[in-house]
């Protein structure tokens, strides 16, 4: 799928930076940050829960703040938003 491209694509391009929330998920988890117990498993790739109980991961505000941030950064970005790119409603706020 999608992901599993990706995936190939940043093992051969490593001057870029995947921005997905399936990277969010993967930051938080890397950074020591564990689930509650009875926590819902990992269902998507696209749309992950958080469930951390920290409400600026929950929210997925923190999204926001990396959407926000990331133009100004020296780096190249990988967006990726499987069903966003596709619906054209939601493709309009990428």
Not at 25 to 45: I, V
Not at 50 to 79: E, T, Y
């Amino acid at each position: 799928g999608t992901f599993d491209w990706l995936d190939m694509f940043l093992e051969t391009h490593p001057e870029y930076t995947e921005l997905s929330d399936r990277s969010i998920l993967a930051w938080a988890e890397s950074s020591g940050l564990a689930k509650p117990k009875g926590a819902a498993p990992r269902t998507s790739n696209d749309k992950p829960e958080m469930g951390f109980g920290i409400s600026a991961l929950d929210d997925w505000s923190i999204r926001r703040v990396l959407q926000a941030l990331a133009p100004v950064q020296s780096r190249h970005f990988v967006v990726m938003e499987v069903k966003a790119s596709l619906v054209k409603e939601e493709r309009r706020e990428l």
